[in-house]
């Protein structure tokens, strides 16, 4: 598991952080701190570290990234942990799509896709 904080590349996304899955590494995204924690086998266990380093609840979004992939399906949106009606989001899946667009924001500024 790490916190990602400065960008990296895709590559580098591929050849570190396919630990637990062949073609996509699971993610939380931080977004008021605009930092990610990657690769853990599930998203609880990264939200635990995000949180073990004061991030918020509130805060916290899972998402999978499929480094693979095109940039049109880079991200997946869909995570136990988004599961928070407090908070409107009623499925595993992000509904609001300006949370989708801030959580897209963040992983652009952290992960280079096009390297």
């Known amino acids: 598991m790490q916190i990602i904080s400065s960008k990296i590349t895709k590559k580098q996304l591929t ?5 637990y899955f ?12 605009e930092i990610i924690a990657i690769d853990a086998e599930l998203h609880s266990d990264l939200e635990e570290l995000l949180l073990d380093n004061g991030s918020k609840q509130k805060d916290l979004w ?3 990234l499929y480094p693979l ?28 799509k300006a949370m989708r667009g801030k959580i ?10 096009d390297s």
């Open 15 to 19: 050849q570190n952080h396919l630990s």
């Open 22 to 33: 062949k073609t996509m590494v699971k993610a939380v995204v931080d977004i008021e701190e």
């Open 62 to 64: 899972g998402i999978n």
């Open 69 to 96: 992939q095109g940039k049109k399906d880079f991200i997946e949106y869909t995570s136990f942990i988004n599961i928070r009606p407090s908070q409107d989001n009623y499925s595993m899946e992000i509904e609001d």
């Open 104 to 113: 897209e924001n963040i992983v652009e500024k952290l992960i280079n896709h």
